[in-house]
């Protein structure tokens, strides 16, 4: 990727927080600020993203506009409302960068994501158009049909969990979502199904989703243990 090219960062916030007891995620407090403005802050601060676009839920639009305009961050950072599913939160997200040749999607419930995981997830992209972060799966893994039993057990070493950021070149990822309607858990698994390859870089195993209050307590700690 050269210094000409321009990088869109959607940052993904418009889940229904179902498993938090009513509590939204994105806006619950972490470390003393909402777990959102975690994610941003490293965002903005990394040098090779040009754009940010955060997507919220419609009812969350005018309070993530107020977060962002007294945060006082130097990127323009721009709030629009997702969809019904995820992948209808990103198509949104996309509509809204220009000119942007790269892509970087993260959820906004991953506050732990570090500058340096974008940038390698960037440089990892450069081979194949699209790069995912991931971690190798270390518990055994069972394959199971409706009533619970086991059909299979995949060798353990070719297994990895997917996280984000997720990095595609534009047109790629725009292809992707013009082309497959179907529902998917990730942007890659749409980018799969045109037939493209997708790299998986090394993500880090504190880049945890938040989905429960047990989260929120770990992310706490992570958060102690790096000094944050």
Known sequence: MNNQQKVGAIIVAAGSSRRMGGIDKVFVPLGGKPALV???DVFESCELVNQIVVVVSEKN???????????????AIEVCAGGRRRQDSVAAGLKRLKDCQWVVIHDGARPLVTKDLIERGLKAAEETG?????IPVTDTIKIADGNRIVHQTPPRQNLWAVQ?????RFDI???AYEQIKSDATDD????????YRVKLYMSA????????LDDLALAEVL???HGK
Not at 61 to 75: F, H
Not at 130 to 134: F, K, R
Not at 188 to 195: C, D, I, R, T
């Open 61 to 75: 639009l005018e309070r993530c506009r107020q977060l962002i305009s007294g945060e006082g961050w130097s990127k």
């Open 164 to 168: 984000t950021p997720q990095v595609f």
């Open 223 to 225: 958060l102690k243990k």
């Open 205 to 212: 195993y504190d880049n945890i989703k938040i989905t429960n």
């Open 38 to 40: 975690w994610v941003l």
């Open 188 to 195: 890659a698994s749409l980018v799969e199904k045109l037939g």
């Open 173 to 175: 990822i725009t292809r």
């Open 130 to 134: 699209a790069a995912i972060a991931a």
